[in-house]
Every structure is written in structure tokens, then in C-alpha cells.
């Protein structure tokens, strides 16, 4: 498969996309996103579901779908509920928002049930209460303060150091916001099921970038070993020998919810389903762009000034220095990939071999074990 | 099986039979729950898959400064289940939910009047007893006025009733220290009729001496009986007992039933309130300051209750029979109705009787929350019709299938045939689940609803994902030059690890989702939270077993083309050190 050719690539660093030396173009999409998303909240606002403001909400189940909006209008007025009557139509049942119906509740009920020719049984109304959504709100905002403390203490306690817990976070907060904005501008339903959703996004987000950073602690910890990479180079090879893993898992995350999202809105219509796999939906796949594209580079600049790392960059520069001179000065030996297949020896941009060269038989293998040839052809 | 003779799999096989043996377990766990118990064969389903009724209620307290505490939250649940319960609504459910809310869940349709009555607010009072008598009326003959309950000289009643009550009968004789004590039959009622009938009010104080006139001089003046009350009163059978739109008038006298139905009682005007009440605490009886083991429950007022209090037990305490009772009533319903020993003046009362520590301490909460009366707030009330409830549940699983197939499309396409370990995970893992939830749902009352069903097939997702993690890591080792079984080896070390913190992100956001979501959406959090707990199951006890095994096969271990694993493919390091100082060139094997 390509893609599996493509990964090898990404993985040997044949191929490398420059993920944390460009990560000024990265921040300045990522900023341009952010600024539409605040925009679209700013002006655009929310549109928030019924269950901030109250009101009652009927479904008629194999409903007789013809002229449905008339007739929901004159059932639910007949039942003695003024105001707005809104009414759609999801296969076949017929869905009514009203304002909180009440104690009118069962009235209702019995009219939309006449007028749609349905049994009584048929229909099914929910009423919100006006406090639900506030009550809602103020639950997940609970959530999610108790969610970032806590995933913010165990990242710093697993990676060991409260950057990457800081660029994790960012990510995460960044995802949020244009999460939101992209429900402010396509103008989606906000809702408490939603509101979950986002909330769960803040797992997925993480999910991600846990995948990520793990790979990059990896990296950054051999380059520390060897003095051979910089900081910022290995972070950027674990950043592309994660990139197919991060696709497939944000694919195979993504098609359920898909299954979901297509299902529920051309058969189920709107509700907790719908809600919560759309917020999932969209938040996954930010929440990929973010784990590689923000929260990588974001760690790299973090960490850019730490005397440790300032001290392997400056060691990697001057191993790549003389290993450019030993290729200068041997141009004639046999070609760099062949004396040197290690390519984890080789910076990521392709620059070439670093360090001293090598028996070919040296650097390969499980562990760099053999550095003489084997005793029966000394 | 010549693979499984192969003694390098001997481990992996061992993990691969621990999972069958979680299985089975699993397995036999819910046949033996729908054998022998009330367990069924089938996750038990929410009420919007099934059809049926939820609420979601908050308690607000009559200070709408004051907000609500865990145990004033445990306290209105058990209020709400008992008059779900007296309400005969069967197998409703009522549970707390993230601190704040009381959902409860009604299967079927019930009638808006019994939705009504489960919400409307509770109120602690005090009532003097008029009359007293036992709960069921006898078929042959109807019960005189007076009540069966007959006063002893001690002025504690032994009530006659067809089922007695030994826990609650009363200890006669109490000696007391500092405060003075009420001494009850502590009898609790569940079922009310207040009988909103009585003559002229008028409001009390002082001692009556239960002069029966025209006009009630006190709350416990015989004069409230009222030939129509009296009729009313008599005609009482507490098992007969099913009301909910009774008008609960403080100032008119009520009949009532206790909640074991033992007794009923026809009670004067409310004298005191709830709200009298500063604190209520159960405990040993202090005696001289030592501790006795008598069970006790100190009441103390408030100074304007104390006031009220010792007024009103300054008259009873004159007065012989169940006229020297005071009830004290919970949403209409008597939780005790102690005699009278002394007037207390302090505020300070004892109710003592054969109390257990535990019962003691149920009737000290009633007491505490009747401190602060609570209404209760609708936040939603979601009404689903069975169609609808069977409609979605069949869209869900649709969507489950739909998701699934993608996924293992997906999987195939990427990773060839090992895609089908993918396949086989993502099975077992729907096994271990199913059986899983239907266990909880026996077990746990747990029920299965649209958002939960939306938890399972996002965490198909999840799940898949953590296979990912792995095979791309045993491709990265391949390519670095392992043989396949080393690469599983080496790459399950470092996949492990990522998977773990990976998968533990996901649980805490489960558990606080769990912990602090509302209503519908909880189920989502515990079907993420249950199914990334048998993610970690699946990829430690089944999926890395089976890749153990696998790469010892000659398809996946030779790296067959279509094994996903080849090394060719791969672009694996050209040169391999396969052992004894050889080395093997791909090109040259190829």
C-alpha cells in the first residue's frame, strides 16, 4: 500500500516533513482558526438547544408526515400552548418543540397524537426545565476544571516534566475553542449531550498527543544518549514515525462515529446520539491536527532554552559539522546510504551521516553488538 | 493445534487461556444469574430504548441560599423512592446523580397525577394525636372510635395490630437524666389522608384539658372530631391507603396511616414545624456520664422551637392515652409518634425506645431534613414512547454494525491480514462487553440506553486504536531489522506503555464524566469507562497473546507478502544479524 510505503519513508526519514522547524506556518493557521472560531462565537454566538431555555419537545413515531407543520400547529394550540411551534420531520416520525408545556403536558400529547392519527402511545415528549441547562453547565465546567487538573498532573507525572503536561493542555484548550467556533459557525444545536462531548474530546485530544509524546520522550531520550540530534530533530523524527499511526487511529477512531453521525441524522434526528457523536466528530479530528501540528512544536519551543537541551544542540551541530567534513573529505568512499544504514544516525532534514562512520555491520542489527567481524573470518 | 506445541508460545498460550477462563466465568456469571436469579440473558435496556418515563428533579431548600449536601441529597432520594413506592409504580428506580440531581426512572407510562405526587414538596411537622388505632380494619366488625391502641398507665399505647412490629415497640419507663424524653412506638407510615374536613380553627396554646366543646380550645381538643371526621377516620384501612392529591393543611387535623400500616391516627393541627428543629442525632443514652447502651435519639430546638416545644408538651403531658402523643410527620406520613414523659422546657428532647442504632439513625435523618424542608424542581422530564424506544435501539445497533464493518475494513486494507487479528480482537472485545454490561445489569442495576449504546461504538474506535498503536510499533521494530518474533516482543515493551497512559487518559475522563455528568449522558461515561477497562483486557490477555502465537507461524513469522508484517514491504534494514555471527542480506535471501 501506499500508505504503507509512505510510513516506511516517514519512518527511515527518507521522506520528512518538517513539522517542528516550520512550526511558525503551523501556529499562524492555528492562530487564523482560532481567531474565525472566536469570531463566529463573538458575533455568530451559540445556538443553544431547548434545554437552556426550557420548553417541551414531542415525537410523534410513525407518523403520517403530510402537512405536518399545520397540523402541529393547530394540535399544540388547540391544547391551549401559546407561542413558537417548531416541527421537522425525521423518516417518519415527526419531531415539536413548543415552550414548557407543563401541566398542559398530557393535553398535548393526546391532540398531537389525534392529529398525526397516531395511538397516544406513540408519542413521546420530554420538558426541560429552565434551570437544566445552567444546572448542565456549570457541571461541565466543574468537569472540566477537575479533568485538566488532574490529566495535567498525571502527564507531568508520567513524561516527567510539566512541559509536555503545558503543551498537552494548549493542544487541548486550542482544540476546544475550535471545536466551538465550528459549532458557532455551522450554526449546530448546542446542547447538554454535546456539551459531553466536548468533554469526552478532551480525552481523545490527549489520547493523541500521549501517543505522540510518548514516541518523542523516546527519541529525545536516545538523543540525549547519543549527542548525535538535536532536540528539536528527534522530536520532529518521532512526530513523523508517529504520523501513519496518528492517521490510522484518528481514522479508526473517526469511521464509528461517522456510522453514528449518518445513521442518527437521517434516521433518529436530533438528540443525545447525534449531539454527542458530532462534538466527537469534529473535536477527534482537530484534536489530530493539534497533537502533531500544536502541541510537538509547542513542547520543542518549551523546552528550546533548558540548558540541556541548548547544550545537545549545539553538540548535534558540531557532530553534523564533522561528519559534512568526513563526507567532504571522502567523497570517493562507497555512497552515505550503503556505509551508513543506520538512519537514526542521520538527522531528519536528509542532510546526511553525523558522526564518525561506521562498519556497515556495526550499526545494524537488534543491539550494536558485533563492531569486529566474526571471529572465523578475521 | 501443532502451533500451540511450540514451546515458545507457551506464554502467550497460558494469557490466551486466562482470557477464555475470564469469559467462561463472565459467562457462567450471567447464565447462573438467569437460572437462579432475576438476571436475563440480554443487557437490561434504559427507559428510552424500552419506552417509559425518567425525571430528573433538584431539592431546593426553602433557604434558596443554602445549597443542598450529599446527605440532605441520600435523604430526598429515599424520600422520592418512598412515595415512588407508595405510589405504586412499579420497579421504578431513583438514584442520586453528579451531587445534585435526583433521577427517577419509570418504566411504562405513568399518569401525570402520580408524576405530580412524586415532586411535590416535603415537609417535616409536629401534630398532637387525637385518636390512634390499629391500620387494618378486622373483616368482621368495624373498629370503635377510640382505636384498639389502648393507653397503658405509663401513657405508652401497645398497639394491637394484625402485624405486629417487635423492633419498635416501646420501652416503658424511662428513667431520664437532664432532658426529659419523648418515648415513642416509633412507628414509621409511608401513606397519608390528610382529611381536610374539620370545623372552625382556632389556634392553640396553653394546656386543654381535652374539654370536648363546640369550638377546639387546643390542638389536642377531642372537639376537632367531627362526626364526619370520625366517620372518615373509621372507615381508614391503611392497606388501602394509595392517595397523593391530599391537601396537607396545617391548620386542620389529618388522618394518616405509619408506614409498616400498623397503625392509624387521626392527628390535631401542626404545631410545630420541620423548621423548629436545629439538630437531630442518634445515639447511646449518657447516664451519669457513662454510656449505656440504650439507642436514643437527641432532639434539640431551635429557641423559638423550644418555646413552641415545651408549650405543647407542658399540655400533653397532662393528658392520658394517645392524647399524650405527639406525632411527628413526614410528608404526610407518621415516622414516629412518641409519648409524652415531661414538659420540656429546654428544648432538649430524647426519643428513646427499641430503637436498633440503625433505626435510630434513619428516624434522626428524617428529623435532620425536616430542618430544612426541600421542594423539588423539575429539570427535565423525558417521556419515550415504547416505539420510539424499540425504533432507536435498533437505529443504534445499526449504526454499532455500520461502524464496525468500517473499522475492519479499514483494518484489513491497512494491515492485510493481520487485519483479522483486528477483527478477532474487536469480537472478543464485543463478547467481553456484552457480557459485561449484562452482568452489571443484574448485578448493578445497570441500563443500557441510547448514550450508553453511543459509548460502546465510540469505543470501538478507541479500542481499535490501541491495536494500531501496537502493530505500528512491531512494523517500526521489523523495520529496524527483528525478526517478527522479536519484533512483538520489543515492540509490545514500548507499545505497552503508551497504550497504558493512552488508555488511562480515557478512563479519567470517563470517571469524570461519570462522576460529574447529568442525566442521559451518564451512560455514555460508564460504557467508555467499562469498555476501556476491557480494551486493557483485551490487548494484555488476548490480542498480544495471539500475536505471540502468530509470529511463530511460517504466513506471519516468514513475513509473507500479504502478512502485513514483511520485511520487504516494510522497507526493513537490508541487513539482518540472525545469530552465531551471521549475517543475512535481504537481497541475497530474496
Known sequence: ?378 | MTVALNPRTRGPRRALLSFVAIILALGALVIGARTWGTGQLTPKLGLDLEGGTEMVLEPVLSDSSVTVNQGQLDQARDIIQQRVNANGVAEATVTTQGGRNIVVSIPGQPTAEQLQAIRKPSQLRFRAVLEAAAGRLTPTSTPTATGTATGTSSGTPSVTTTTPAPAFTPAPGNTLTGSPALVPPALRADTTTPAPTATASSTSTGSGTATPTATPTSASDLAWVTPALQAEYTAVDCTKFQTSELVDDPAKPLITCSDDLNEKYLLGPVEVDGTDISSAVAGYRQQNGQTTNIVVVNLNFTSDGAKKFGAVTTRLYGLQGNLNRFAIVLDRKVISAPTTNAAILTGQAEISGNFTIESARSLAKQLQFGALPMSFSLQTENDISPTLGSEQLKLGLLAGLIGLLLVVGYSLVQYRLLGLVTVVSLVAAALLTYLTLTWLGWAANFRLTLAGVTGVIVSIGVTADSFIVYFERIRDEVREGRTLAAAVEAGWARARRTIIAADLVNLLAAVVLYILAASNVRGFAFTLGVTTLIDLLIVFLFTHPIMGILAHTTFFGGGHPWSGLSPDRLGAKTTRYVGAGRFVDAGAKA
Do not use: C
Open chain 1, 1 to 378: 500500500m501506499n500508505i504503507a510505503q509512505f510510513g516506511n519513508d516517514l519512518y527511515t526519514g527518507k521522506r520528512s516533513i518538517d513539522f517542528i522547524g516550520r512550526q511558525k506556518t503551523w501556529y499562524s493557521i492555528s492562530a487564523l482558526l482560532l481567531a474565525l472560531a472566536t469570531l463566529g462565537i463573538v458575533w455568530h454566538g451559540l445556538n443553544f438547544g431547548i434545554e437552556f431555555e426550557g420548553g417541551s419537545e414531542y415525537r410523534i413515531s410513525n407518523a403520517v408526515t403530510t402537512d405536518y407543520e399545520a397540523k402541529a400547529k393547530a394540535a399544540v394550540s388547540g391544547a391551549g400552548i401559546d407561542g413558537l411551534v417548531e416541527s421537522s420531520v425525521v423518516g417518519d416520525s415527526v419531531r415539536v418543540q413548543t415552550v414548557a408545556a407543563g401541566e398542559k403536558n398530557e393535553g398535548v400529547k393526546t391532540a398531537l397524537a389525534k392529529a398525526f392519527g397516531v395511538d397516544v402511545t406513540k408519542v413521546s415528549a420530554s420538558l426541560i426545565g429552565p434551570s437544566w441547562g445552567a444546572s448542565v453547565s456549570a457541571k461541565a465546567l466543574q468537569g472540566l476544571i477537575a479533568f485538566l487538573v488532574l490529566v495535567g498532573l498525571f502527564m507531568a507525572v508520567y513524561f516527567r516534566t510539566w512541559k509536555m503536561a503545558v503543551a498537552g493542555l494548549v493542544a487541548l484548550a486550542h482544540d476546544m475553542v475550535i471545536t466551538v467556533g465550528i459549532y458557532a459557525l455551522a450554526d449546530f444545536e448546542i446542547t447538554p449531550a454535546s456539551m459531553i462531548g466536548f468533554l469526552t474530546i478532551l480525552g481523545y485530544s490527549l489520547y493523541d498527543t500521549v501517543v505522540v509524546f510518548d514516541k518523542v520522550r523516546e527519541n529525545t531520550a536516545d538523543a540525549f544518549g547519543s549527542r548525535r540530534m538535536s532536540y528539536a530533530a528527534a522530536a520532529n523524527l518521532a512526530v513523523n514515525q508517529t504520523l501513519v499511526r496518528s492517521i490510522n487511529t484518528t481514522v479508526v477512531a473517526l469511521l464509528p462515529i461517522l456510522a453514528i453521525l449518518v445513521v442518527g441524522i437521517s434516521k433518529i434526528g436530533p438528540g443525545t446520539l447525534v449531539d454527542l457523536s458530532l462534538a466527537l466528530f469534529v473535536g477527534i479530528a482537530v484534536g489530530a491536527y493539534s497533537s502533531i501540528f500544536v502541541a510537538t512544536p509547542l513542547l520543542v519551543w518549551l523546552r528550546r532554552n533548558e540548558p540541556a537541551v541548548a547544550d545537545l544542540a549545539k553538540h548535534a551541530r558540531r557532530v553534523e559539522a564533522t561528519a559534512a567534513k568526513t563526507a567532504a573529505a571522502a567523497p570517493a568512499e562507497a555512497p552515505v546510504d550503503q556505509l551508513l544504514p543506520n538512519d537514526e544516525l542521520r538527522s531528519v532534514a536528509g542532510v546526511g551521516p553525523v558522526g564518525r562512520p561506521l562498519h556497515k555491520y556495526a550499526s545494524t542489527g537488534p543491539r550494536n553488538q558485533p563492531k569486529r567481524p566474526p571471529r572465523s573470518r578475521r
